[in-house]
């Protein structure tokens, strides 16, 4: 079945540092992929989306793209801040409901 | 973007009792609901899915006479952890398709 896998987190990063989460997915279909952030004690947020191949998502200086060729969609931040200190899920979705990875954690310090 | 709310957003009960959280869609109509399930440093897990006017589906492993789910209109949907214990002690979390966007959660603690 379709499944994404993300890499193990915590990740701690010093602020202004340049970030990557990798993900990569596998389906049997075309799926849309999408990056969700969760903040401490929140639910998720929408971060970015991509719905086809070489589809870039973008928002808050995070970009993914989405490579069919290598499967992935990994997700891109040239410079953290301490407010990006959160849970990042990359989940896919191919039709039906959303399949997550298991979320990598960031922590940027000052 | 389309909203979702969920209600409550938190909620403590003794075990044995049961507990409805529902969810709605505020800005369009949703003929299919989802119903997730994260415990504490996990991922969220698909529990089941919602129908508009017919019998929500379950994933492999829930129980559907635990987590009942009523899908009565376009705008909302309720899951009812019944006879509730500690173990179902988790956030709870729904979407609504066609939408991608997740309701705020609901956190359950079962004394």
């Known amino acids: ?43 998720l947020q929408l971060l970015l989306k991509a719905t086809k191949a070489d589809d870039k998502g973008s928002n808050k200086g995070f970009e993914a793209t989405y490579r069919k060729e290598t499967t992935s969609f990994h997700l891109e931040k040239g410079s953290v801040q301490v407010s990006d200190s959160a849970v990042y899920f990359c989940a896919l979705n191919s039709g039906y409901a959303l399949n997550f990875g298991k979320g990598t954690s960031l922590l940027v310090t000052p | 973007g389309a909203v979702v709310s969920q209600h409550p957003s938190w909620v403590i009960c003794k075990s044995g009792t049961s507990v409805k959280i529902e969810c709605r869609s505020l800005d369009f109509q949703a003929t299919t609901m989802f119903w997730y399930r994260q415990f504490p440093k996990q991922s969220l897990m698909l529990m089941a899915t919602s129908n508009e006017g017919s019998k929500a589906t379950y ?52 004394l």
């Not at chain 1, 049997?28 to 639910?43: A, C, H, I």
């Not at chain 2, 952890?81 to 066609?98: G, K, L, N, Q, R």
Request: with cysteine.
């Open chain 2, 59 to 110: 994933e492999q492993g829930v129980e559907k006479d635990k987590f009942l789910i009523n899908h009565a209109s376009l705008t909302l949907s309720t899951l009812t952890v019944t006879s509730a214990h500690p173990e179902d002690s988790s956030f709870y979390i729904c979407s609504a398709a066609p939408s991608q966007y997740f309701g705020p959660g609901t956190r359950l603690l079962v």
């Open chain 1, 1 to 43: 079945g379709d499944s994404v896998t993300q890499m193990e987190g915590p990740v701690t990063l010093s602020e202004e540092a340049f970030l990557t989460i990798n993900c990569t997915y596998t389906a049997t279909g075309y799926p849309s992929l999408f990056w969700y952030v969760q903040y401490p004690g929140e639910g």
